[in-house]
């Protein structure tokens, strides 16, 4: 996984899919967030864009 691009607010995630997944699960929040509390999105495409997220702070990005 890696991004390709950002802004203050908003970051670009782009992953390599092996096989032919026909969807995948995101789920990403403040470092160190719990899993399951984070906000989840069902993903048809690649690359994904995260909106929404707050200057000066870290994130954790999970993709399945």
């Known amino acids: 996984m890696s991004y390709s691009g950002y802004t203050r607010t908003s ?14 699960e995101i789920e990403y929040g403040i470092y160190g967030f ?15 864009t995260i909106t929404g997220l707050s200057t000066n702070t870290t994130y954790d990005v999970y993709i399945r």
């Open 34 to 48: 719990t899993l399951g509390t984070g906000v989840l999105d069902t993903l048809f495409n690649t690359p994904f």
């Open 11 to 24: 970051a670009v995630i782009e992953w390599n899919a092996v096989g032919m997944p026909t969807f995948w």
